[in-house]
């Protein structure tokens, strides 16, 4: 295990839905070469029994596996490894990754511990996603526009599939939102951080290889995705910019989508935002958003 002396102490969490035992396996495996080994690796298995994953054989540290009964989202599953981590009381930074994700480099646990040793207020750093051929998608830059995927430095938020999370940060605001399930937690986390004055990184070094996707793969993609927006906006902005904020996206969405019935789930979604409750509401202060709109991303976009 890696003392406490040699920098933070660093787990692993992977939630994976027992649909991809190769990819996992792939993945453990380059967690194994890692040239700082983690102190924890925690697989979950939301709503699956987990397979015997051969590349469990040659990791180190110790391998926790979780069987979850139903499959909690992306935000539940990884809420699962967090409270695992959280009983042994021995990680300090959290890494957590896609399940079809690989870490092509043998220096990101290293890099990536270097990074929290040197800034005590540093509450995540957001890896750079890209596909076998080293392609970004727009998508998974953390900034508005044709950005620059290899341009780091302090940003707004962070992607979902490679990512580190500072213990201390989540003991003060909280761990992810479980009842969003899948899409716009990783925004939610990341302004309860900035508004607790968290610092967020995007590091482009820290690569992350994983297949280009459209998160519209997933049947439910539309209706989350405008449920939750709704909701990420009632429960985090102050009350002036939630009109703002949906009134954009509203727009954003019409000019994007040209399929009726993605529309049709989209502005249901929408409903079910306003119409159901959205859960604690705990608005950003206007220095935060004042910082968000410095950082070049304004909670309105």
């Not at 070469?33 to 110790?62: H, M, T, W, Y």
Request: glycine share 10%; proline share 8%; net charge neutral.
């Amino acid at each position: 295990m890696v003392g406490a002396a040699e920098g933070p102490r660093i787990a692993v969490a992977v939630v994976t839905m027992g649909n991809r035992p190769a990819e996992v396996d792939a993945l453990l495996e380059s967690v194994a070469k890692q040239d700082v080994p983690p102190a924890r690796i925690v697989i979950v298995g939301n709503g699956c029994p987990l397979p015997e994953f051969a590349a469990r054989l040659s990791l180190p540290g110790e391998v926790t596996p979780i069987e979850l009964d139903e499959n909690l989202g992306c935000p539940g599953g990884r809420n699962a490894a967090l409270a695992r981590l959280r009983e042994f009381g021995d990680v300090d930074v959290v890494v957590e990754l896609d399940d079809d994700g690989l870490l092509v480099d043998a220096d990101v646990l290293r890099r990536v511990r270097d990074l929290f040793a040197a800034d005590d207020r540093l509450g995540v750093v957001g890896f750079r996603i890209a596909d076998e051929r080293g392609e970004t998608q727009p998508r998974h830059v953390p900034r508005v526009g044709s950005a620059d995927p290899m341009r780091g430095g302090y940003v707004t938020g962070f992607l979902g599939g490679g990512h580190a999370l500072r213990s201390a940060m989540l003991d003060e605001i909280g761990d992810w939102p479980a009842e969003f399930f899948f899409a716009h937690e990783e925004t939610d986390l990341a302004w309860r951080a900035a508004d607790a004055g968290w610092r967020i990184l995007y590091a482009p070094e820290l690569l992350l290889q994983h297949p280009k996707t459209s998160p519209a793969r997933h049947a439910i993609y539309y209706r989350v995705n405008a449920r939750n927006r709704v909701w990420l906006a009632r429960r985090r902005l102050p009350l002036p910019l939630i009109p703002v904020h949906l009134g954009v996206w509203v727009l954003l969405t019409l000019a994007r989508n040209r399929s009726l019935g993605g529309l049709r789930a989209w502005f249901g979604g929408f409903a079910e935002g306003v119409r159901e409750p959205a859960g604690e509401r705990r608005p950003m202060r206007w220095r935060t958003v004042w910082r968000l709109t410095r950082l070049g991303r304004p909670p309105v976009i």
